[in-house]
């Protein structure tokens, strides 16, 4: 079925849907930051925006980042072996290094690959996550081709506490607990984890053990008020492990990674302006176990940055947003290059003509030995009533090579350029009493992909070959019904190598996400079901689809305490995402908690 037959069936789908259920307008309350850097309604934003607030993480007791983020439509994960191992996020199709991630406003990315170390993180230490389609390059610089995801740390109220503990399959265990403390005007949270897990054999024809891991966490995230218009903040997160994984020999590594940041801001009645310093670092080392004094593989991203932002409210339609950014990357290792610095501008400006919403952005970006880009967005939206809105982006976007790709010894290439991309997207939302929804559909050409090729001496090294095609529909429908919540995404992409139209590799046609939630009176219950299509592998060979059921199960026998039961994968089904890469079966986790909320 052609792209234009998916989306006109799905449209009359989703239309018939909301017309039946819907009731009297309500007015949406979820603010987001991510899409512009200021707190932003939704019927400011110009953007697809879902977020995944706490009481949806306690819920779902998910064991990784990537597990949460699989529920989304869009985003498809991808892992080597389950929780503690390396894993990936993809949106809408494009590359996992084609995704910003933030942390408080802080990238997280290693400058050395490119990646996220989402295996690192662990979800006890998150409060929200905010997930933006489309690109925002123009707001935010390199690497958000495909979006945006940020994550923000735990956050109580003062004389807030609680604590937890958790076991299950495959001799998981975890500790949490966290605190919020008062000091006049502000607060401060703490928060801290530790867990441990025998993992599995992520790979049949390599070690025969399992691969296990274990991590401590450290939070901390605070505030100030200094008076009626100046504020404080910091956060900082500690992410410290260990993990086994399986290659041709015995293979471990060690992990020490962080994040601080301190940011000022000044709110006043028209104008508000914020100033951020950040500071983060990435570290893996790499060793053999069956080699004594074994030389380590040392991979290390220290990176710096300032941010400054300003928002500026004109008139009650008009509203301008700029700001500046600097960053500097540095790593450790044998390279020809070791450092670079990255200084961008942008500027937004956002009208409301009554019924039509229009927003342009621009930023320039100029990354040390490295050409300048120019990024550009353009938004607009036409308000039918207090339920329907459509809107039309059409933006632009970059990533900036590695330093693996620039620099790596004896097969780095310092001629390459960055992958950009033109990206347009139209979607349409309902928002009723009782029914929430949208339907968008995307096209997304990436230009300049970096891949491996032969150069004139026939010596393999990373070039601009490679072009891919990338188009869609994406469809996301919540309503609730005698009580019972249901959430409903679906994604259908159509992504090509250019070259050949060829499927790109690791991306399924089909991908479903069915999520039911109930509440009475002391119990609470979670149903997740997930269908990935078949994924292409390369050379004509795909891996399987598969379904994926889930089930999270809580009881409150006392006014603060919690029993949960967790089912992950109960099918026992092969969930591999990865080729040669073996998933958990089945698992069933128990968790006991309290808290003083």
Not at 194 to 214: L, M, Q, R, W
Request: with cysteine; aromatic share 10%.
């Amino acid at each position: 079925m052609s792209l234009k037959l998916r989306l006109s069936a799905l449209t009359i789908a989703i239309l018939h849907t909301c017309s039946a259920n819907a009731a009297t307008p309500t007015t949406m309350e979820n603010i987001t930051v991510t899409g512009d850097r200021f707190d932003t309604t939704p019927d400011q934003q110009l953007t697809v925006i879902n977020t995944i607030e706490r009481e949806e993480i306690d819920r779902l007791s998910p064991k990784s980042v990537t597990e949460l983020l699989g529920n989304l439509p869009g985003l498809s994960v991808t892992s080597n072996g389950g929780a503690g191992q390396s894993a990936s996020v993809s949106i809408r199709g494009t590359n996992s290094k084609h995704t910003l991630v933030l942390i408080d406003g802080v990238r997280m990315a290693s400058a050395t690959t490119g990646e996220v170390s989402f295996g690192a993180i662990s979800p006890e230490m998150i409060e929200r996550i905010e997930v933006v389609k489309g690109p925002r390059a123009a707001i935010w610089g390199s690497d958000a081709i495909g979006g945006v995801i940020q994550i923000f740390t735990r956050q109580l109220k003062s004389g807030e506490w609680f604590a937890s503990t958790e076991y299950g399959s495959s001799d998981y265990a975890r500790g949490t607990a966290g605190v919020g403390i008062s000091h006049g005007d502000g607060s401060t949270s703490l928060t801290i984890n530790k867990e441990k897990s025998d993992g599995i054999d992520v790979k049949d024809d390599a070690e025969e053990d399992k691969d296990g891991y274990h991590r401590f966490s450290l939070g901390v995230n605070g505030h100030q008020q200094l008076n009626h218009a100046w504020s404080l903040q910091w956060n900082g997160k500690l992410e410290s492990g260990h993990y086994e994984y399986d290659s041709t020999r015995d293979n471990e590594a060690d992990y020490d990674n962080y994040f601080a940041n301190v940011s000022s801001q000044y709110q006043g009645d028209k104008y508000t302006t914020k100033v951020l310093l950040g500071s983060a670092q990435d570290k893996n080392e790499h060793f053999r176990t069956d080699v004594d004094d074994a030389k380590r593989s040392l991979f290390q991203t220290n990176r710096t940055q300032v941010n400054w932002s300003n928002r500026y409210l004109a008139t009650d339609n008009i509203t301008f947003i700029g700001g500046v950014d600097w960053a500097n990357e540095s790593i450790k290792g044998d390279y020809a290059v070791d450092s670079r610095d990255t200084t961008g501008a942008y500027a937004l400006a956002r009208v409301n003509l009554g019924p039509v919403l229009l927003e342009g952005a621009v930023r320039y970006d100029d990354v040390e030995n490295i050409d300048s880009e120019t990024s550009y967005s353009t938004s607009a939206a036409y308000v039918f009533n207090d339920q329907w809105r459509l809107t039309g982006s059409y933006g632009t976007a970059f990533k900036a090579p590695s330093f693996n790709d620039l620099y790596y010894p004896s097969s780095g290439n310092p001629d390459l350029i960055s992958e950009t991309s033109k990206n347009l997207d139209v979607t349409l939302n309902y928002s009723g009493d009782d029914v929430q929804g949208y339907i968008s559909a995307f096209k997304n050409d990436v230009d300049n992909l970096i891949a491996w090729a032969p150069d004139a001496q026939g010596n393999w090294k990373p070039a601009n070959v490679d072009k891919a095609e990338i188009q869609g529909i994406e469809l996301s429908l919540s309503y609730d019904t005698w009580g019972i919540a249901h959430q409903l995404g679906y994604t259908y992409l159509d992504a090509v190598d250019a070259s050949d139209d060829q499927q790109l590799k690791g991306r399924s046609e089909n991908e479903f996400d069915y999520q039911l939630g109930y509440t009475w009176s002391k119990v609470d219950l979670q149903l997740n079901y997930h269908y990935q299509g078949k994924r292409s592998n390369g050379n004509d060979t795909f891996l399987d689809a598969y379904s994926k059921f889930d089930v999270s199960l809580g009881y409150k026998f006392a006014d603060s305490w919690q029993l949960r039961l967790k089912g992950n994968n109960l099918t026992d089904q092969d969930l591999v995402s990865v080729n040669g890469y073996n998933a958990p079966g089945r698992q069933v986790f128990l968790s006991i908690g309290y808290q003083a909320f």
